[in-house]
C-alpha cells in the first residue's frame, strides 16, 4: 500500500455514481490530449468531465457507462469547468482503461 489507512467514515465522504457518456468533444487547449465528455446520471443530470482518455475513439465512448465521482468541486483545465471525475486505471502501456459495471444497471446509482 502506497497510501495511509483510512476509516470507513473517510471511505463514506466520496461519493461515485453511475453514468453514461452522452457527448465527447475535442479539447485541443488541454496540455495532455483530452476530450471532453458529458456524462449523463440520469434523475440526478447531466455533468461535463476533461478526460484523458484518447486511447479510445470518440464514437466508442458514446453510450458507455462509466463511474465518477460527483462531489469533489469543479476544476477549471485550460478554461474549461471539469465537474465529475471518470475512474479508470492503468493497463501495461499505461493508457487509462474506464471502470464500469459488467451488467446493466441505473443511472445515477450509488457506488457501495
Known amino acids: 500500500m502506497k497510501k495511509d489507512e483510512i476509516v470507513y467514515d473517510d471511505f463514506a465522504k466520496v461519493e461515485m455514481r453511475l453514468g453514461k457518456i452522452v457527448e465527447v468533444k475535442d479539447f485541443p487547449r488541454a496540455r495532455n490530449p483530452s476530450y471532453k465528455v458529458c456524462v449523463d446520471f ?5 455533468r461535463w468531465s476533461s478526460v ?6 470518440q464514437d ?7 463511474i465518477c ?6 476544476r477549471n ?3 474549461f469547468k471539469s465537474e ?3 475512474m479508470g486505471v ?3 502501456a499505461g493508457e487509462t482503461v474506464l471502470l464500469q459495471p459488467t451488467h446493466d444497471a ?5 457506488v457501495f
Open 77 to 79: 483545465i485550460a478554461g
Open 90 to 92: 492503468p493497463n501495461a
Open 52 to 57: 484523458q482518455i484518447t486511447n479510445y475513439a
Open 60 to 66: 466508442d465512448l458514446i453510450d458507455r457507462k462509466v
Open 42 to 46: 440520469g434523475e440526478l443530470g447531466q
Open 106 to 110: 441505473v443511472l445515477g446509482s450509488e
Open 69 to 74: 465521482v460527483v462531489n469533489m468541486p469543479s
Open 84 to 86: 465529475v471525475l471518470v
